[in-house]
């Protein structure tokens, strides 16, 4: 039996990095747990200082199936290369003929470029373009293939 996992990353502005990966990875806001009309319902059940209601930010998958991410605030900026990325499969993966892929990926890095990424580098393999390494507008890696 598998486990259900979800994907944190820390950040300096959770809401603003949340709202871009929603648009990368098509996800939406995640709802409140059930019985609570809103999160802010939520943290003052729970007793969450009012201060600390925007330091993080929740997304989750509208079909279910992915895992979710939480956006956390921390006070330090981060400074080396992320030992872990996520792969956004935007032109269908590896698996999709390059001739179909490719296209899809330089669409989907113009998308994300105007959502604030900036391309870190394209990657060949085989003598064409395979991929491209970007960062989110907080500096995360990540890869578009």
Known sequence: MST???????????????????SALGYVRKPPPPGFGSWEEWFAHHGVPEDEWDDGAYLSDPDGLGPSLSFMKVPEPKTVKNRLHLDVQ?????????????PRVVAAVE????????????????????HVL????????????
Do not use: K, N, Q, Y
């Open 134 to 145: 970007m960062a989110d507008p907080e500096g995360h890696e990540f890869c578009v293939l």
């Open 4 to 22: 259900r996992w979800s994907l944190t990353i820390d950040c300096a502005h959770p809401a603003e990095l949340a709202s871009f990966w929603a």
């Open 90 to 102: 935007a032109g269908g993966g590896r698996e999709t003929p390059w001739e179909v892929r490719w």
């Open 111 to 130: 998308r994300l470029t105007a959502a604030g990424a900036t391309v870190v580098r394209e990657e060949p393999a085989g003598g064409r373009p395979d």
